[in-house]
Structure formats: structure tokens, C-alpha cells
């Protein structure tokens, strides 16, 4: 169920964003209590105080020019609004708009791309033996391995509540299998320290399926694709990987040069070059009809 959240106008001191909506910012107190800032009431020095407790990079203050000054909350607010609060990672929202450049890519090149839906195991059990803290300290451990796993290339965000997505462009099949399986090897063999008392281990689940080539498709049917292989995973008993065989999706050379070959390909011959058709054809009137 969720918890009640109390609204104020101002950044609770001490208080870690934990969500970030399009209509408010949600906070978790020290008392563990929620409370949201509304946006249309976001004030300067709240604004501050989140891209500082973010660590936004480059932002000094005190001598900047008003004009720096506020380019720099706007750049750190911008920045803020790609991530998410608890693990640092993309969020879902951008992690879409990654998938939209992915797709359009693919259907360009050609190019091998395979995205990764990952799910930890009985994450639920975690929370309710150790408690919500402790469910987020695996998040973030979970989130720090993953970052580990993955070249500078792909993008790495938290998808939901325990779940993480990967998109990795330039993967050809024969590799998927084995990355999806160091990634799942990496978070197994992790000890999670909760805390001096407490160590734990987790696993996750992984679907995969690769975009389909010269095909240009949806971000809704790619995560499909990748969540029905993750909830095979799950099914077949979790801690393993499934990932779909690469779609056959062979265009001839032929095939590719009429769908991103010069537009004049596509053009009836007058429409292409109108003089030299015009000098072609005795009968046009713009050659004087002889
Ligand atoms: N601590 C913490 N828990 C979260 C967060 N977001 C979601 N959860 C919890 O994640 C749990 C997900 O549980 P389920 O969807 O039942 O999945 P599961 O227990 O991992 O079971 P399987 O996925 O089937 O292995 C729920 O208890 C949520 O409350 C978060 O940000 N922090």
C-alpha cells in the first residue's frame, strides 16, 4: 500500500529525494516520513539544495553571477530530471527516449542491439525480513554491480521498483547469452553489506531479446519482447537468463537501397530531374511542345 505522503513548499532538511514525478518531487525524511514538493511551488533555494545534495558536477556557488548561478540550478535540475534519486542510474523516462534513438538506429544500420529487462528474486521478502532500508541499500548495491557489467556505450537504468533495464548497441547474438550470464554471475556472487550485523546475497532473473534489423519497430513491443523472456526466467525457476533468438529479419542489398537509398530512386523521372525529361520528351510545353 502505498504511504501517506504530507505536502510542504520547501526542501525538508535532510530529506533524500526518492521520486521525481512530472507534478512533484517526493522526499523520505529521517523519521522515514514522505513528503512531496509540489513543482509549480519549487522555490530557488529548493531547487538549490536538491542539485547540490545531487552532487551536480561543476556547480560552485558563491561567486557566480546571478545569471551562472541560475543556469547552473536549471542545468542540474535538467540533469536530475534523466536520473533516478535511489540508484543514480537513468530513469525509466529516459531510458525510453534511449530505446526511441535505438530503434531508429537499428532500422538505419542494421546493427545488432539487445536490451536487458533484469529482476531481482523475491525482493519482497527482503523488505519485509530486513525492512524497506534494507531493500534500498540492495537496490543501490544491485545498481553499482550492474554499472560494473556494462561498457560506456550502453545505458543502464532503473526501470521500476526492483527492476533494471540494458540496452547494448553494437551486441551481436553470439555474445548476448554470455554477457546476460556474467551479469548474472556478478550480482550472485555479490555479498551485500546491510549492515555491521547483516550480509546478503541476492539473485536476479534476465530476459533478453535483440531489435529487430532494418525493421522499424516500437519501444513498446521491444520490452514485451524482453519482458516475456524474463518472466520465462522467473517461471523456469529465477537466478537464470532467457533471451530470444535474434529475429531473422534479412533484407537484400536490393531491399535496402530502395528504403534508405536517395530519394530519387522513388521519383517518376520528371519529378527527379524535370529538365532532362523535359529535353527527353518532344511533346512537353515547357520545351516549346516540338
Ligand atoms: N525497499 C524498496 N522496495 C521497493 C522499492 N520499489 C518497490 N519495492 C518493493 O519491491 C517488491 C517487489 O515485489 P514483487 O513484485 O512481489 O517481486 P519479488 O518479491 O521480487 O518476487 P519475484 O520477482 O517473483 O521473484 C515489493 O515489495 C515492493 O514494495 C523501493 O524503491 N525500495
Same mark, same amino acid.
Given at each position: ?6 505536502? /510542504?513548499?520547501? !526542501? ?8 521525481? *514525478? ?38 560552485? &556557488? ?6 551562472? %548561478? ?6 542540474? &535540475?535538467?540533469? &536530475?530530471?534523466? *536520473?533516478?534519486?535511489?540508484?543514480? $542510474? ?8 534511449? #530505446? ?13 542491439? $539487445?536490451? #536487458?529487462?533484469?529482476?531481482? @528474486? ?5 523488505? +519485509? ?29 532503473? %526501470? =521500476? ?9 553494437? /551486441?551481436?547474438?553470439? %555474445? =548476448? ?20 550485523? &547483516? @550480509? ?9 531479446? !535483440?531489435? $529487430?534489423?532494418?525493421? *522499424? ?9 524482453? +519482458?516475456?523472456?524474463? %518472466? ?48 527527353? @520528351? ?9
Amino acid at each position: 500500500m502505498p504511504r501517506p505522503s504530507a505536502r /510542504c513548499s520547501s !526542501y525538508p532538511a535532510g530529506a533524500r529525494l526518492v521520486h521525481s *514525478r512530472n507534478t512533484d518531487l517526493q522526499f523520505v525524511t529521517g523519521s522515514a516520513a514522505h513528503q512531496s514538493v509540489f513543482l509549480r511551488d519549487l522555490r530557488l533555494s529548493t531547487a538549490h539544495s536538491l542539485v547540490t545534495q545531487a552532487g551536480a558536477p561543476g556547480f560552485a &556557488l558563491p561567486n557566480e553571477t546571478p545569471t551562472r %548561478y541560475l543556469q547552473a540550478v536549471i542545468d542540474g &535540475l535538467c540533469e &536530475l530530471s534523466l *536520473r533516478d534519486p535511489l540508484t543514480g $542510474l537513468a530513469n525509466r523516462r529516459h531510458f525510453r527516449t534511449v #530505446l526511441e534513438r535505438e530503434i531508429d538506429r537499428m532500422a538505419r544500420s542494421g546493427e545488432a542491439a $539487445l536490451l #536487458l529487462m533484469l529482476d531481482i @528474486d523475491h525482493f519482497k521478502k527482503i523488505n +519485509d525480513t530486513h525492512g524497506h532500508i534494507a531493500g534500498d541499500i540492495v537496490l543501490q548495491s544491485v545498481a553499482r554491480t550492474l554499472v560494473g557489467c556494462v561498457r560506456p556505450m550502453d545505458t543502464l537504468a532503473r %526501470y =521500476g521498483g526492483e527492476e533494471f533495464a540494458i540496452v547494448l548497441p553494437s /551486441c551481436q547474438a553470439a %555474445y =548476448g547469452t554470455s554477457i546476460a550470464e556474467r551479469i548474472r554471475e556478478a550480482v550472485e556472487s555479490t555479498l551485500i553489506r546491510v549492515s555491521p550485523a &547483516l @550480509d546478503l546475497n541476492v539473485s536476479v532473473s534476465i530476459g533478453g531479446a !535483440y531489435a $529487430l534489423q532494418w525493421i *522499424r519497430s516500437t519501444t513498446q513491443l521491444w520490452i514485451e519482447r524482453a +519482458d516475456n523472456q524474463l %518472466y520465462q526466467a522467473k517461471s523456469a525457476g529465477r537466478n537464470r537468463i532467457c533471451i530470444e533468438e535474434q529475429p531473422d529479419s534479412t533484407v537484400s542489398a536490393e531491399e535496402k537501397s530502395m528504403l534508405f537509398g536517395p530519394m530519387s530512386l522513388f521519383l517518376h523521372p520528371t519529378q527527379a530531374d524535370p529538365v532532362a525529361a523535359a529535353a527527353a @520528351d518532344p511533346m512537353d510545353p515547357a520545351d516549346g511542345g516540338r
